[in-house]
């Protein structure tokens, strides 16, 4: 199955939320450093949502209602550790199915484990993301449930920033991925209630087909 789009109005209304609750922040003319030593006109941290229970709430009806159009019910909830773990459980609670999570990478002790919970071989799996940038880390959580045995129908995320590495990564995993919004609908949001300015649209539209060039 194909997956569809989110419906506009509700990534939207995702979009303007997260940038409400300064959940994604937009400086391009004070830009952040990431971890990579990237220079980005963009934050994300969609954990901010956890802490404000009407966006809690809408995220997850939308998680649900996407889960609902793209993947029909399956038979375990996986978050992807660390971000995907508290939506990931609140998806599971509104389904009424089995929650477990994946670690980022194996413990190092007791049972080693990279999957905490219980998944059965054979089950159906609808893996939660918080955020996708290249894919990678999301895709090993997918990997280390099919090594399990478990029938992955896809990954369901809050944003990506529609990075062209991760659209090929997700199709060369043979993985379909949904976001509730995205990129493009932030950046279409922003400018409308006057987060950014349109003197800015230019610079953040660069940076998203070069962000490893971006700024220097």
């Excluded at 940038?19 to 006109?41: D, E, R």
């Excluded at 484990?113 to 609808?126: A, D, P």
């Excluded at 896809?154 to 949904?178: P, R, S």
Aim: charged residues 20%; glycine residues 6%.
């Amino acid at each position: 199955m194909s997956p569809t789009k989110v419906k506009e109005e509700s990534a939207l209304k995702v979009a303007e939320f997260l940038l409400q609750i300064k959940a994604i922040k937009l400086q391009p003319n004070n830009p952040f450093t990431w971890a990579s030593g990237w220079k980005s006109p963009i934050y994300c941290d969609n954990r901010v949502t956890l802490s404000y229970p009407s966006v809690r709430t809408y995220v997850r009806q939308q998680f649900v209602q996407t889960i609902n159009n793209n993947f029909a019910k399956p038979d375990v909830i996986a978050g992807v550790a660390t971000g995907g773990i508290a939506q990931g459980a609140l998806v599971a609670q509104e389904l009424g199915l089995p929650f477990v999570y994946v670690r980022s990478e194996a413990k190092k002790h007791g049972m080693t484990n990279m999957i905490e919970g219980v998944v059965e071989k054979g089950q159906s799996v609808v893996v939660i993301e918080d955020l996708i940038s290249t894919g990678g880390s999301s895709l090993k959580a997918v990997e280390a449930l099919r090594e399990a045995g478990c029938d992955v129908k896809g990954m369901a995320a809050i944003f990506t920033y529609g990075f062209q590495t991760a659209v090929e990564n997700f199709k060369k995993a043979n993985c379909n991925v949904v976001t509730l919004t995205n990129y493009d609908t932030l950046i279409a949001q922003a400018l409308k209630s006057n987060y950014i300015a349109e003197k800015d649209l230019e610079s953040l539209k660069k940076w998203r087909e070069n962000p490893a060039e971006w700024g220097k």
